[in-house]
């Protein structure tokens, strides 16, 4: 998944191994997979980990392990409240 570059946490683009770890999430979910990947900050501003990302796009009886599909969905909803973010931002400024 290429979205993956776009993923920023506080100090810039993921580590390697949050990277992976987001990566294992996409190809073979599991549980312990899940409690490490889960904290994972995905996007800077604004501030959101892919456990929020997941229930902000998941259905309400997705309790426990998403499925691929849904962590998909979820990284792509976090990049483009980021981009949405940027963007009233900028106008913020610039309405001066």
Not at 18 to 44: E, S
Not at 60 to 81: E, N, Q
Request: contains cysteine.
């Amino acid at each position: 998944m290429r979205e993956l570059k776009q993923c920023k946490d506080l100090y810039g683009p993921l580590s390697e191994s949050n990277m992976r770890l987001l990566r294992n999430m996409l190809r073979k979910p599991n549980a312990a997979t899940w409690q490490l990947a889960k904290r994972i900050v995905i996007t800077a501003a604004p501030i959101i980990t892919l456990d929020m990302a997941v229930k902000m796009v998941a259905p309400s009886w997705v309790k426990a392990l998403p499925d691929p599909f849904t962590v998909r969905r979820a990284i792509l909803y976090a990049l483009r409240a980021q981009k949405e973010f940027r963007v009233r931002e900028a106008g913020w400024r610039h309405d001066g």
